[in-house]
């Protein structure tokens, strides 16, 4: 497969369109603070965060590794580790998520709401076949005959672009390349066609020719399926090619918010002036390694 790698700036590339300011959130989250008890007291890492998310619409959430990003985006799932505890409320569809059993989160999960991990290898099972894996989740889901889910895990891979999907269903993840493992994670995220897709750092350790074809590719699956989507990165390069809205974190709070256009253009927090100074340009001097100092 063939893909162009994309040369826009950031501001160029964001998409200009916006949800409706009538519509209702698919995802709101209101007043969202993660806490962990340590030897030397209590950690929020995640302060007070407060963001909604309108249907077929975008979100980017960026910050640096402890930022708090990933840890919002398992809380909505219901993943965080044991020992956390968290306050406020996030609501799907105007339905309440915390507190819920995780009897009632695996109902949610995959038919609701699905999440796109960083690492697609280590969040697949090496012992069985990749269609055995979508399968297995297609039918808790849905139920039916073996027969039945493994054609729709093939038709589900031939929308990922995997070539020869009804012979590849057979493979094991070992058998694929990185960016190909990728592929078969958004296939299984998006098997139920879930109202909300979070993808977490998609494509950290992907070349850069591989990345633009999976950030195409979930641009397209994303039209298709006409659902909302959270992108975290630390990439602003990547995100901005996603997102028509962004969120800047930085030590579990939100330093800034708005339309990617106006923060790519006009940033006001300096840890966003900071993060956008870092990018690494053509013309820059080899040795000349900016840090964020904020």
């Not at 609701?112 to 969040?123: C, E, G």
């Not at 070992?174 to 998006?190: P, T």
């Amino acid at each position: 497969m063939t893909s162009t790698v994309h040369t826009t700036t950031p501001a160029q590339a964001v998409s200009k369109a916006t949800p409706s300011l009538n519509a209702a959130p698919l995802l709101s989250i209101e007043n969202l603070t993660i806490t962990f008890q340590t030897q030397s007291g209590p950690i929020d890492v995640v302060k007070d965060l407060s963001v909604e998310l309108g249907a077929h619409s975008t979100l980017g959430i960026v910050g640096e590794s402890g930022s708090g990003k990933s840890m919002t985006s398992l809380a909505i799932m219901g993943l965080l580790p044991r020992g956390a505890r968290t306050s406020g409320s996030i609501k799907l569809n105007g339905h309440e998520l915390l507190g819920k059993s995780d009897r009632e989160l695996r109902r949610i999960r995959g038919e609701k709401m699905a999440m796109v991990f960083q690492d697609p290898l280590s969040s697949l099972n090496p012992y069985y076949t990749v269609g055995l894996q979508i399968e297995e989740m297609y039918r808790a889901h849905r139920g039916g005959s073996r027969k039945a889910a493994r054609a729709v895990v093939i038709e589900a891979l031939e929308r990922v672009k995997i070539k020869d999907a009804g012979r590849r269903v057979d493979h094991y993840p070992h058998q694929f390349s990185g960016g190909m493992r990728q592929r078969i994670m958004i296939a299984m995220a998006l098997c139920l066609e879930p109202e909300l897709l979070i993808a977490d750092e998609p494509t950290t350790a992907l070349d850069v020719t591989v990345q633009a074809q999976i950030l195409d590719l979930l641009a397209e699956l994303k039209a298709e399926s006409g659902s909302g989507m959270v992108f975290i990165t630390h990439d602003l390069a990547v995100v901005s090619q996603v997102a028509q809205n962004l969120l800047v974190m930085k030590s579990g709070s939100v330093v800034e918010r708005g339309t990617a256009e106006e923060i790519f253009s006009n940033p006001r927090a300096p840890y966003t002036r900071a993060l956008l100074a870092a990018l690494p340009r053509i013309d820059d001097p080899f040795d000349d390694l900016k840090r964020v100092t904020v």
